[in-house]
């Protein structure tokens, strides 16, 4: 069985992403930054596109080039990533949380050539821009997939655009609109719902450093924000939220990244006054779903119905036999080129033409609801974490034989990384978390550590995870 969206497929214009998004002259503010107040009109934001690419041209960069940035949300971010397109080559987009080795192996995995200083960009040229071309790859984000480490996602302009096109109907950002942009662009939700949606519906975008909920509140308020968007860690900051709540503009909030409780969204909402409604997506096919600016009422648990152009299939995991709850399958314009160097691991997240999502999900009179996660990953405070990165770096310590990490239950962040550890020497959990923590970013540390005689495993050496939860 094959579901539909009930809105009809759109029209892809054959384009760049920049061309796109930068196409429409509006007049106003475009980005502001709440904390520097950095801030960019659409009209200077056009002009410095057009100066730092023809810069980076100027500079040597050319198609086929790949160019990262690693920087939090500010203004200035919108202008590197379009000039990177605009010029020809391909933006990696890198958590600059990770540490220097992190760094280095997304860089290698990317083929990065060039890192650009958002501080420092290059301006000006006499060189002609190459013509654009809506099939290549525009931006590499960077995902762990459905099972393993990190791998490179290759986005085309055309499934960009697409993207963007198929979310217009259901949100329709216009120039009235302020958006709060405190999700990371790195981050699909961020580069795609916020950021790239944002400036092509002419909304106001607030860039917003992390901070705690009542801080976050007060912003919204000040700026007059129309549209929020949470994770699951902040809604629950909002949901237990005891000061004084401001009065805000907020006509809708969205929440993704991870599956939200619904107690917490119901509290949230209350302490926002204003609806707060999921949506879903993925690295590899951006926002699938979405509910409608004037259907906010209907199943407010639900991710709501497929994206124009988008169809899904549920099939009973590894059979792919139709099943009334079972793993999703996704096609459509904005699905993914592959993996970049990894034709294995684009090979398995394909089914027939199908990417699979590793998500367990059921259909309720056209609405999507998100069970659970088949694939193994953690999920804290919206970021992934691979369990098998973790893995191999405890057992590089020498008083560990063997480890299994899982992600506990959390409320505050949805998950925690959790390690179950064999030893072969003295050794303590806090060290053990010491360890780890020495070696990867913030969000990816083991907060939690078990000591076991032996780790579940299957004939073929996987690790039983799920046995591991039910300990839980």
Known sequence: MIYRSPLPAVVVPETTLPAHVLAPSYDKLALLDAVTGERLTYAELRQQVESVAKGLVRTGTKP??????????????????????????????INPMLTPQELARHKDLARVTRTLDLDDLP?????????????????ILFSSGTTGLTKAVKLSHRALTANLEQHRPGWRIDETDVLAANLPFFHIYGFAIILNSGLLGGATLVTLPRGDAGTYLRRLAEHRVTRAFLVPPLAAAIADHEGEIPSLDLKLVLCGAAPLDEGIRQAAERKMRAPIRQGYGLTEAGGTHQTFDDDLESDPTSVGVLCPGTEARIVEPGTGNDAAEGEMLLRGPQVMDGYLNDDEATRQAFVDGWLRTGDLVRVHNGRFHVVDRIKEMIKYKGYQVAPAELEALLRRHPAVEDAAVIGAPDRVNGEVPKAFVVTQGDVTA????????????PFKKVRQVEFVEEIPKSVSGKILRRLLKETE
């Open 123 to 139: 301006e000006g040229g006499t060189e002609p821009l190459p013509p654009g071309d809506p099939g290549g790859i525009a931006a």
């Open 64 to 93: 086929g080039d790949t160019v990262a940035i690693a920087s939090m949300n500010r203004p200035r971010y919108a202008v590197g990533l379009h000039a990177i397109m605009a010029a020809g080559a391909t933006a990696a987009l």
């Open 430 to 441: 806090e060290e053990l978390m010491a360890f780890v923590a020495a070696e990867v970013a």
